[in-house]
């Protein structure tokens, strides 16, 4: 059965370490995400994030895409096994964007 597993607060740390050098304040949250056997063991497939971007002055849709991008790459180095879900909100509450395991796909919601 596909469940979440342990929050990853030392990955979180990392990232947000990496993250934060890009000049931008970011909070990080990481979780596991994977398959619990029968037996109940679980097996990590994928690493999902939040992100939070603690700063108001990003407001064009240019410059918070331009952000997302450096992030998803940045995120891609410490999905270890895989890169899962990442959830991106922007401060304060103007826009929420989330992409998947593909970096294809990308949904902004307005709050």
Not at 59 to 78: F, N, P, S
Request: a negative charge; hydrophobic letters at 45%.
């Amino acid at each position: 059965m596909w469940t979440y597993g342990p929050m990853l607060p030392e990955v979180a740390d990392q990232a947000q370490q990496t993250l934060n050098s890009i000049g931008t304040a970011i909070t990080v949250t990481a979780r596991s995400f994977g398959e619990t056997d029968s037996c109940g063991n679980f097996r990590p497939y994928a690493i999902d994030f939040s992100v939070r971007i603690n700063e108001p002055q990003i407001a064009t849709t240019a410059e918070q895409q331009k952000i997302v991008e450096r992030i998803g790459l940045i995120l891609a180095e410490y999905g270890n096994p895989n890169l899962g879900n990442v959830q991106i909100t922007f401060l304060p509450g103007e826009a929420v964007l989330l992409f998947g395991l593909i970096l294809l796909h990308l949904q902004v919601i307005e709050i």
